[in-house]
């Protein structure tokens, strides 16, 4: 098996509410409650879940963009967990992130070089070579040099997700996070930018992290999926594992929810009862146990362990054993 | 090598853009604020009085100093356009001439002022919590005191002047553009663009430089122009209370004061100053208005 590039034990990311004035009480939003999982080598994790369910936090606290209330990170061996800014200045270009909306996450009043370029610059490497890299990288990222001169405006969703995407490779990274990186995309741009990724994975043998809440996207790309349901993961495993045979209740009724694209099957969809819980507090035990069809006493009263159930399939319910024959 | 799939469309953009001249957030903002008639024109009006600070005091007439006791208190004639003062001197010379000094001060109070306001505001803005509460309490103190109070404040302690004056309305202008500078950065540090930079590895410095400084500097140039007018305004009051440009020095609230106990039987001493001040201030303010709406990115046309 290939080494972990990066593990993630038990982080929690905690966001304190507005205290009230004479309330000593203070409350918090558990937007990350203790997940962990090892990403290895040249693989493609994805973590899915609903709005709200924390992978974005996730994505942030793995980049060092928030700072993890509990846990650690190691990444390629090393902690990084309790480093300062400036300790983990030279180890960002290791990691770098392609963000969710192409339309913010590109300085508008930067020309598309100035923006490709900015990560080499910060990352010190000579002015000389600055300016060949760029074309290189537009090239690799299915652009041309013409474009280097533009500003992001002039460019299409799908061209700019390009960019990020150049902008995010400029310093050689070996783990790269997409947060959400197609879903703001129309449909017939999401697969070029997902075969794009893919083919970058092959040729610089990259890591991803892929957040997404689009299931048939995650299939596309996957090796391995985390899902996550109210600041915890409740199931990670292979993707044919996941697709075949999920065990926890939550990731059924997600995947019961993907549409068909053939309008004579019958499908039997699992609908989930109300709303997510606001993460403020969360329900006791299980947290899904206010929306899962076959919970009991128990799963009110004790938290389910994030156990191994068989090989490479992790799940966080206790009756994974029942529910999957 | 990675297979490049282009649509149709992306390719034709591909090719048309090769051709197009691009649009440069400059040339953006010069076809908006074509649009705005007044301030357009208050522009070139602007660009004219700076053009007479420069060349004026050598075109006049008549020399601004040099009394003429066979002319005083004329009013408006072929000879003298804008009439002359109790010491028989041409107004109209006296205003062109006095034109350099009320836009310097105007330019480098404001500017000074500017200059400190943006840094606190930046550093405010983006290094948030104890530094932030520090500044702007210091900001809120100092707007506290009426400009003008604040300035004569200023000049007691540091003594009348035209530099003085300069020093006085630099620092009250400080707090405004700390402000506006800090309300602007927290405004663009929230963007999704710094938290990429920041994801890069890029210092802070870097990072309120090269991203958040641009971001704010539309708002800083509304306001320094809007300013210039207040700051014009209030060295003026300030030489009218005699705080700041000395007689006989050609300054328009100077004149302003001489001509007060004329106003009666010769209200042209007084009428002419006041106009030039009134004009400049309007320009600046009405250029101000306008640069506001050109430079504004949610008023798309």
């Known amino acids: 098996m290939s080494q972990n590039l990066l593990e993630v034990h038990n982080i929690k990311k905690y966001f304190p509410i507005k205290k009230k004035l004479f309330s000593k009480k203070k409350e918090f939003i558990k937007a990350v409650d203790g997940i962990s999982f090892t990403v290895k080598k040249g693989e493609t994790l994805s973590i899915v879940g609903e709005s709200g369910c924390g992978k974005s936090t996730t994505g942030r606290v793995l980049m060092k963009l928030l700072e993890a209330t509990e846990g650690k990170i190691v990444f390629e061996g090393n902690d990084i967990t309790g480093l300062s800014d400036d300790e983990i200045r030279p180890l960002r270009k290791e990691f770098q992130m392609v963000f969710q909306d192409p339309y913010a996450s590109l300085n508008p009043r930067l020309t598309v070089k100035e923006i490709i370029e900015e990560p080499l610059i910060v990352h010190n490497i000579d002015k000389a070579k600055r300016a060949d890299r760029v074309v290189e990288l537009l090239e690799v990222v299915g652009l041309n040099k013409y474009h280097a001169n533009r500003y992001p405006h002039e460019f299409s969703g799908g061209q700019r997700q390009r960019i990020g995407i150049a902008r995010a490779l400029a310093v050689n990274p070996k783990l790269i996070i997409a947060d959400e990186p197609v879903s703001a995309l129309d449909v017939s741009i999401q697969s070029q930018i997902l075969n794009l990724l893919k083919d970058l994975q092959e040729k610089y043998d990259l890591t991803y992290i892929f957040i997404a809440h689009d299931l048939s996207v995650v299939e596309h790309i996957s090796d391995r999926v985390a899902v996550m349901y109210l600041g915890r993961l409740v199931e990670l495993t292979t993707r044919d594992e996941l697709f075949a045979t999920p065990l926890h209740p939550y990731t059924k009724a997600l995947l019961s929810a993907v549409p068909v694209p053939d309008p004579t099957v019958k499908r039997n969809r699992i609908i989930l009862k109300g709303d997510i819980p606001s993460p403020a507090a969360p329900p006791s035990g299980c947290t899904f146990h206010t929306r899962c069809p076959f919970a009991q006493d128990r799963c009110r009263e004790q938290i389910p362990e994030f156990r191994e159930i068989e090989k490479e399939h992790f799940v966080a319910c206790h009756f994974a054993e029942e529910l999957g024959s | ?301």
């Open chain 2, 1 to 301: 090598m990675v297979e490049l799939k282009l649509t149709k469309k992306e390719a034709y953009m591909q090719q048309s853009m090769e051709n197009i001249k691009s649009n440069t957030p400059f040339s953006e903002f010069w076809r908006k604020f074509k649009k705005q008639k007044l301030a357009f024109v208050s522009f070139f009006f602007i660009l004219f009085l700076i053009a007479l600070a420069i060349v004026g005091p050598f075109i006049v007439p008549y020399d601004i100093a040099e009394p003429d006791y066979n002319n005083v208190l004329t009013g408006p004639t072929a000879e003298h356009w804008a009439g002359t003062d109790a010491y028989g001197r041409d107004i109209f010379s006296r205003i062109v001439a006095g034109t350099q000094i009320s836009l310097y001060v105007g330019l480098t109070s404001v500017f000074l002022g500017a200059l400190g306001g943006t840094f606190f505001g930046l550093i405010a803005g983006y290094y948030g919590k104890k530094v932030d509460a520090i500044i702007m309490r210091g900001c809120d103190v100092l707007l506290a005191f009426p400009g003008i109070l604040l300035a004569i404040g200023i000049i007691a302690i540091l003594g009348p002047g035209l530099g003085n004056v300069i020093i006085a309305v630099a620092i009250f202008s400080v707090p405004v553009f700390a402000r506006i500078v800090r309300s602007s950065t927290l405004a663009v540090k929230s963007t999704l663009y710094v938290e990429a930079t920041k994801s890069i590895g890029a210092v802070p410095r870097r990072i309120i430089w090269k991203h958040i400084f641009p971001g704010t500097l539309s708002s800083i140039i509304v306001y320094f122009t809007m300013r210039i007018g207040s700051a014009i305004l209030t060295a003026a009051s300030l030489s009218f209370l005699g705080l700041g440009a000395q007689p006989p020095s050609p300054e328009w609230g100077a004149m302003l004061s001489g001509g007060r106990d004329y106003l009666n039987i010769a209200p042209h001493v007084t009428i002419f100053p006041g106009l030039a001040i009134f004009i400049t201030v309007l320009a600046f303010n009405l250029l101000g208005d306008g640069l506001r709406d050109a430079l504004d990115p949610k008023i798309k046309d």
